[in-house]
């Protein structure tokens, strides 16, 4: 098999949702333009994917680096020692196929992404949980969590609601969206009826880590959540992370590839407006014209691009109603600290948290990442990275920041004694809302306006993908769109199994 061939390959569990037409010219046949806004996962896998089909891409990136909300970037520490920061750590599941494929182009074996050991849920009132090492075929992954875990004790499920928790194996993209989209993850969660235990264990921590708070999310968007990451995908909750920053292994290397594609691109390049036509204006007045753009920015930001585009709002009435709908959630708090000692050897790289007021997940960085690694093992400390989701929206970085490692020393008593050397803390306001009801407004990929195309995390999509995952495959299916347009050969597109293991 040679190396090009290997690098399509995915895994056998993956569905193929395409009926690939071999028949047809596999890259563009004559000059096919198209601008890509945004370069963070949807707006690169876009570009990417395009420019090996023989499109000319032009990137452009409002930032100074590509990556988005996966980015990274250098920083000084009170020390002298240069180490590189993000937005915060990522688990890379095995079932994000999409985007897995386009990591492949990169490195074919996937080397750099290292498995995460455990998955362990913890918190002040009861004992420490294990998601990790289940099974990975469902309905066996969710019968060990069952047998495995003391929150599922068959006695204290007598209460829990049949019917309702059916639903959760019963997904379907049209039934669950017209039943459940009308209520809130917390209504579903009332009336699934699980003990307080499980469902502080095992229910909030997981709908809390997609941003949305449960009170505010579409109960439809946490069952197809529930389906993608564990009720029916084969590989179960294991995940990997990257052995280094991912401007290192991800970014750069991406960069290069396209360039070598003859793809250009612009950093420090931030789009005003976008015309039908096409024509791309940045700030500062300098213009792009292409056949198509992908508009990959993320979802405040594409918001704010079409509705200062008059031109566009005329020529695609529906797409403009419907993007003025987008919404992001309330604000996270990333805080990363460089501290004089580690923490106790058996602590997990990827630890959630349940029920503290601030506190939502807490990442080893240093047993992660090389160059994390290197600066611990200089100075004997450890690189805690500290999240919380869906936030106070009234509290600034630091008193977040602040809180979070309060918080910790309750859960974890020896960081308590730990000495901080320094510390970096950030708020984020770009992630989506997936708010209730939002379903029947939220954009798709594909819009009324002929040649425009919308990739990201908060794209409407037709099978079950949520954040990095849908950022990449919303960027397979924009480019199939323009490569279907010019008759060149589509990419094939890949899902977890599309419905519930109790539906034919
Ligand atoms: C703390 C944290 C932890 C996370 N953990 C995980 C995880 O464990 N697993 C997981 O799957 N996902 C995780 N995510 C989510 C993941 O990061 C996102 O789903 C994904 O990176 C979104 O990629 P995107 O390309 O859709 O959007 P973005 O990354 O937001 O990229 C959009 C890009 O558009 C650019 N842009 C905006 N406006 C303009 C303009 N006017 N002109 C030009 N460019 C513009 C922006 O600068 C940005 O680079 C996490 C996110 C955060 C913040």
Redesign the pocket.
Known sequence: MTATRRARFTSRHARRLIAVDRSLPPVAEHRVHTVV????????SAALLLAERGVRVTL????ER??????AWPRTLADGSHQMVG???????RQ?YNWRNVLRRVDPSLGFLRPVRGYPVISRDWPQEDFGALPGTPPWSLLALMARSPSLRTRQLRHVDGPTSLALLRYSREETYRSFDSISAATFLDRLGMPDRARAMLFDVFAH?F?NRAADMSAAEMIMQFHFYFLRNAEGLGFDAPDDDYETVIWQPLAARLEKLGADIRTG????RIEPGWTVTLAGGQQVHADHVVL???PR??R??VAASPGLVRHAPRLAAQMATVRTTAP?V?SRVWADRDVEPGRAVFTSVSREPTLDSVSLFHRAEAGAAQWAHRTHGAVVEL?E?AGDPDADADTSARRMWEQLGGLWPETARMRIVDSESRL?D??PAFPVGSDATRPGVSTDADGLHL????VRMPFPA??????AASAALAANAILGRHGIRPLQVYSVPPRGLLIR
Do not use: N
């Open positions: 806004v945004g370069g963070g996962i949807a707006g690169v452009l990136e409002r930032g590509l990556g988005g909300r996966l980015a937005h915060g750590f990522h688990a890379f599941f994000y880590s941003f390049a931030a789009v005003d990959a920015a993320d930001s594409a704010e691009i996270y990333v999240h989701y984020g770009d992630a990739a990201g995390d908060w949520a954040l990095m995952e849908r950022s």
